[in-house]
């Protein structure tokens, strides 16, 4: 089952992105700051044009995807960018993160966001995770003109 996050979820959203952070091989010689995450996801939760929906499996939240919708840089229009999709290893392959991803493309087309972008930047499968967003729709970044967008961005 996939939810909107409530404040109650966050010490546990703060847990999947610790571990997503030790998975990845782009992440892990970052620090990770559990104090940053925690008010990047209470402000996701309670501001407008904040994302965030979790994935839970008998009563554990195993998977949260983040989000932030507001106006372009350089621009009035609206964009949507994925912050982070994370699905703990024990839970993969339970179509969490395709009804996270749905989920989330339908509250940024509800916010008016007039592009969509998603990551493949952890260095985690990401081959893999750019050909999972194309089957929503995204296009890969190197092409011009797209309404949703797979950044894959590695070094």
Known sequence: MIRAADLNDIPAMVELGRRMHDESPRFRGLAYSAKKVRELCKNLITLEGGFAWVGVREGKVVAAMIGACGEHWM?????????????????????????????????????????ISAGASTGIETERTAQFYERFGFSRSNSIGLERAVVCATR
């Open 75 to 115: 621009s009035t229009d609206k964009v949507a960018s994925e912050l982070a999709l994370f699905v703990d290893r024990d839970a993969r392959g339970a179509a969490l993160a395709a009804r996270l991803v749905t989920a989330f493309v339908s509250w940024a087309e509800i916010e008016g966001a007039k592009s």
